[in-house]
């Protein structure tokens, strides 16, 4: 297939967006949005339909890596960048001198950046919400509600832009910034060759006597609550349910069952787990096979991920921290001891192994996931046998230049 065949959809996408001026670009991870977006800045820069960009996620090694993207094209436009997160704060000196600048800027912090724009300022502004799907939370709708309406262009970025349970969440970006106007999913960038083909491993276990009482303690303090004037919201007591779950030891032996015949996935790979308690109890296992593993939680050295990135450390334990944005094209394999209900999770961490390595052009990726037993087959399929029917028809999905 011709270069120019394998990353179209990068132009169509960009001329979507030229034609609307606000949307959302869903792209699968892997098949460059960030590249896209810098498309679209350097064209509307080019006819002189902007003159000044602001870049916006969430955590500090995207935010990192947008100022790395950025750096070459901003010297090439003759524009500065400038930074307003962690110990960065350069958000005044943007606010004093907005034109030939980029702000990159934490999400908690854009509200700030959006009041004090001066409309000659928004007629000429480009936004870019990068993993735009965080932009529906009930914290930001409160804080960015009408704030950029008067923006001329307004760009959104994700693999999974629908907030799923969340209607209130999802209409929101839609009017915040606009409806999705293109898309290329996961499985169309399998099909065409730009991610990797992928096993899948469901290994399934059923909750024990301890989380049967668990799951028990939840209804019981959902009733006592409700009693005491103080009800739990749905969302509360669905999260409360899912914890049990995402933290069940029924799994652990059933995963050392796995790895006596599958160490080899070890070899490259992530595993996600609910939290840093539970980790431990994954690294006692994970430790009898090999040595070359560390854990990377909330409090950890980003050096660890570099480490991790660069080869030096084989096998790494985490939660939430790396599940978007960050390109590791090495990793083999992803372990999935906590899920979420909705897809959006299970897609940004996934995508994390679905990358192509350029050192290993017969990559394929491998998932290995927990699920849950159906304890009826006559009741509708629970949430974790829905994600396994999702991840074995993924993995069924070929390569079409073959």
């Not at 959006?114 to 936004?127: A, D, F, M």
């Not at 103080?230 to 995963?255: D, G, H, I």
């Amino acid at each position: 297939m011709q270069v120019d065949d394998l990353w179209k959809h990068q132009t169509e996408a960009k001329q979507a967006f030229l034609e609307n001026r606000c949307g959302i670009l869903e792209m699968a991870t892997g098949t460059g949005k960030t590249r896209t977006a810098l498309k679209i800045l350097q064209h509307l820069v080019n006819i002189q339909a902007i003159n000044s960009v602001v870049v916006t996620t969430i955590g500090t090694d995207l935010l990192d890596q947008w100022e790395s993207e950025l750096a070459a094209v901003a010297s090439e436009l003759n524009f500065r960048i400038l930074k307003q997160y962690e110990n960065y704060h350069e958000w005044e000196e943007y606010e004093l001198a907005p034109e030939s600048s980029i702000l990159v800027v934490s999400r908690n912090a854009l509200h700030k950046v959006l009041r004090s724009l001066s409309h000659p300022t928004r007629n000429r502004l480009l936004v870019i919400h990068d993993e735009v799907h965080g932009l529906g939370s009930p914290a930001m709708v409160q804080a960015l509600e009408g704030l950029s309406n008067s923006i001329s262009y307004r760009l959104g970025l994700s693999a999974t832009p629908d907030r799923e349970y969340d209607q209130e969440g999802t209409e929101f970006i839609e009017r915040d910034v606009g409806s999705v106007i293109y898309r290329f999913t996961l499985e169309d960038a399998i099909r065409r060759g730009i991610l990797c083909e992928l096993d899948y491993y469901p290994i399934e276990y059923k909750p024990s006597e301890e989380d049967k009482q668990r799951l028990k303690s939840v209804y019981s303090h959902r009733k006592t609550r409700g009693a005491e004037g103080n009800p739990m919201s749905n969302e509360q007591f669905w999260t409360a349910l899912a914890r049990v779950y995402k933290t069940s030891k029924a799994k652990l032996p059933c995963f050392e069952n796995f790895l006596t015949e599958h160490s080899q996935i070890l070899d490259r790979c992530i595993v996600f787990v609910e939290d840093r308690q539970y980790g431990e109890d994954v690294l006692d296992i994970i430790h009898r096979y090999r040595h070359d593993f560390h854990t990377y939680y909330a409090d950890d050295d980003r050096q660890k991920l570099v480490d991790f990135a660069k080869g030096r450390i084989s096998c790494l334990i985490t939660c939430h921290r790396i599940s978007q944005g960050i390109d590791i094209q090495s990793l083999n394999s992803v372990i999935l001891f906590s899920s979420a209900r909705a897809k959006l999770e299970t897609i940004q961490r996934i995508g994390r192994c679905l990358r192509k390595d350029s050192s290993n052009a017969a990559k394929r990726a491998t998932v290995v996931d927990f699920v849950r037993v159906q304890e009826e087959e006559r009741e509708a399929l629970n949430a974790d046998q829905e994600r396994k029917e999702w991840l074995k028809s993924l993995s069924k999905i070929d390569y079409e230049g073959r």
